[in-house]
């Protein structure tokens, strides 16, 4: 398979699968796009593992052996993603062990890990999300790296907690709790469900938990959105639309808890393509 092929292929993963970080892509130079699409391919192939339905065991020696497969001194020349992922990182400095911490993540959601304070959910944030974050940052490019890498984990921390908050249901009905149990006490909630799917927490406790997690998101944002001038004109555009996206839905998340809590929010087209539009203008967002 020839590097064109594998990049291509990786560009429709990320036309397919990338609902929201596809509009932020697509604002790069051709090979900023090309590389930061192969890093989203194989990031995509682990969150897939990850969440698959096969057995706990038979998940993780997959991820084992995607760890193996990406630290090979040579990528399986019919695999695609990791032929177009190894010309990207001899390229760009794309720090490709950070993909080590995105494994490990998506391990502990395949061992059913849970949190009981937010120390330890940050740190989960960091592996599944601030590592991409940093990923990324291999593919923008900065002059000043060791102040720029913790605010690109920084954003990655803020779309992750708003993953969180967006997905509550579907992780719920999947057996899975990310929120903090020191928070859900705060609160006093439970997360419990009833017979028919439906959260039986007064509404109004979860209301003010969700709203928390949001304001806590947001610190998150202000932090990260630090990174934004520190980079070039098409990778700010980028960054700030991938942000850009991400704040909106959780603005809405925060507007309706109660929607958030009984369907997957989501922002339409539109408003996803006006957001990437005045990123590239440099309008607030």
């Not at 997690?213 to 990174?227: C, I, K, N």
Request: hydrophobic share 40%; glycine share 8%.
């Amino acid at each position: 398979m020839s590097t064109a092929e594998a990049y291509r292929h990786c560009e429709q993963v990320v036309r397919e699968r990338a609902r929201n970080f596809a509009y932020g892509i697509r604002l790069l130079p051709p090979a900023k796009r090309r590389a930061l699409s192969a890093v989203y391919a194989f990031a995509r192939r682990i969150d897939d593992i990850g969440d698959g339905s096969g057995p706990a065991a038979q998940r993780l020696t997959r991820l084992s052996e995607a760890r193996t497969a990406l630290h090979r001194s040579e990528p399986d020349p019919g695999d695609p993603v990791l032929v177009a992922l190894r010309d990207a990182a001899r390229r760009f400095p794309i720090p490709v062990r950070v993909f080590d911490e995105l494994i490990d993540g998506c391990a502990a959601d395949v061992e059913g890990v849970s949190y009981e304070r937010f120390g330890s959910l940050l740190a989960y944030c960091r592996c599944v999300a601030g590592s991409v974050g940093r990923l990324s940052l291999g593919v923008f490019g900065t002059s000043d790296p060791d102040t720029a890498e913790p605010l690109a984990d920084a954003l990655g921390v803020a779309l992750q907690i708003t993953n969180i908050l967006r997905d509550i249901r579907e992780d719920r009905l999947a057996g899975r709790i990310y929120l903090p149990a020191e928070d859900l006490e705060r609160f006093g909630c439970t997360l419990d469900m009833d017979a028919s799917g439906e959260f039986t927490d007064p509404p109004d406790r979860l209301a003010a938990l969700i709203r928390f997690q949001a304001e806590r998101a947001r610190t998150w944002y202000e932090h990260g959105d630090r990174l934004v001038p520190m980079l070039d004109r098409r990778s700010a555009a980028c960054t700030a639309a991938m942000a850009g996206i991400y704040r909106r839905l959780l603005a809405r998340i925060a507007a309706d808890p109660a929607g958030a809590l009984s369907t997957r929010l989501s922002l339409s087209r539109w408003d996803k393509t006006m957001v990437a539009a005045r990123s590239l203008t440099g309008a607030q967002l």
